[in-house]
């Protein structure tokens, strides 16, 4: 059993930066591939990235690529996701998510999932 909290959300105007957090909770954190989605009003949770358990292997959203950066630390079992020229468009509720299997892009392959944290673009 994992539990992931995130934190780190808030509002911040187009450009700016953030960086989320999402800190679990188990001895095995080291074992799990690490996802975040996110998910604005009235649309789908959406793919966003995804780190492999050694954090060889880093995946992105089209949308975030280059902006992005998903990292971990699993001495302190938690990952992050360092938001850099945030968009408007990038306002959603973010979450972390937790497989214990290869790295993947769709959201139904994982497992355990944080109860999110709010960003708030604003133009």
């Known amino acids: 059993q994992v539990q992931l909290v995130e934190s780190g959300g808030g509002l911040v105007q187009a450009g700016g930066s953030l960086r989320l957090s999402c800190a679990a909770s188990?001895?095995?954190?080291?074992?799990?591939?690490m996802g975040w989605f996110r998910q604005a009003p009235g649309k789908e949770r959406e793919f966003v990235a995804a780190?492999?358990?050694?954090?060889?292997?880093?995946y992105y959203a089209d949308s975030v690529k280059g902006r992005f950066t998903i990292s971990r630390d699993n001495a302190k079992n938690t990952v992050y996701l360092q938001m850099n020229s945030l968009k408007p468009e990038d306002t959603a509720v973010y979450y972390c998510a937790a497989r214990r299997a290869i790295l993947s892009r769709t959201a139904h392959d994982y497992d355990y999932w944080g109860q999110g944290t709010q960003v708030t673009v604003s133009s």
């Open positions: 780190i492999s358990w050694r954090g060889s292997t880093l």
């Open positions: 188990g001895r095995t954190f080291s074992s799990y591939s």
